[in-house]
């Protein structure tokens, strides 16, 4: 098998292995959250976190909807492709989150989805870099985001978590120059 060595200034660990010629044009895609409201999912991430809704799939049949979102750049919103192209473009995309809402569950009170942080553990959360913390802390404040933790909670004053309107956790982080 051919393989391409790893960089010689990236960080080593066990299990570490050489990058195989096979998964050379890979992309690191998407990831998938279910989401029990579109409206309010979609509010939070487009309206709270600035994120745009590249592709709406619908799934009728199967009871399902697909919303796919991208935190684009200015120059990405300004040279966004016509409509008819945005599958493609998506597709070559990195970073995108999947949204999945399967009718009926925003007409059920009781329903929610597990978020990974409580037992059994698994999934964690997603992660936003902001330019300012202080700021982006106020914004949510402004926006009456539900805090995880908030920078000034803990051993970590670097970071803060908030939650979607699912529960799920996201970190906030501050661009480090």
């Known amino acids: 098998m051919s393989i391409i ?13 050489d990058i195989p ?3 050379e044009g890979f992309v690191y ?5 279910r989401i029990k ?30 919303y796919f979102l991208a935190k684009l750049t ?21 970073s995108i989150l999947e ?8 007409n059920d009170a009781e329903f929610s989805y ?19 913390l202080a700021d982006a802390v106020k914004w949510f404040d402004e926006n009456n985001v539900v805090f995880q933790k908030r920078p000034e909670d803990g051993s970590m004053k670097d970071i803060a978590f908030i939650k979607d309107p699912d529960g799920y956790w996201i970190e906030i982080i501050e661009l480090k120059y």
């Open 5 to 17: 060595k790893q960089p010689a200034n990236a960080l080593n660990a066990n299990g570490v292995k």
């Open 21 to 23: 010629v096979q998964s």
């Open 29 to 33: 895609n998407h990831t998938m959250l």
């Open 37 to 66: 409201d579109p409206v309010k999912s979609l509010e939070f991430y487009t309206g709270v976190l600035g994120m745009t809704l590249l592709r709406h799939s619908q799934f009728p049949d199967a009871k399902f909807d697909l």
């Open 74 to 94: 200015k120059e990405e919103r300004n040279n966004l492709s016509n409509i008819d192209n945005l599958t493609a473009y998506v597709s070559r995309q990195r």
């Open 99 to 106: 949204l999945t809402h399967n009718y009926g569950t925003e």
């Open 114 to 132: 597990h978020n990974g942080n409580s037992d059994p553990r698994g999934f964690g959360h997603i992660c936003f870099s902001v330019p300012n």
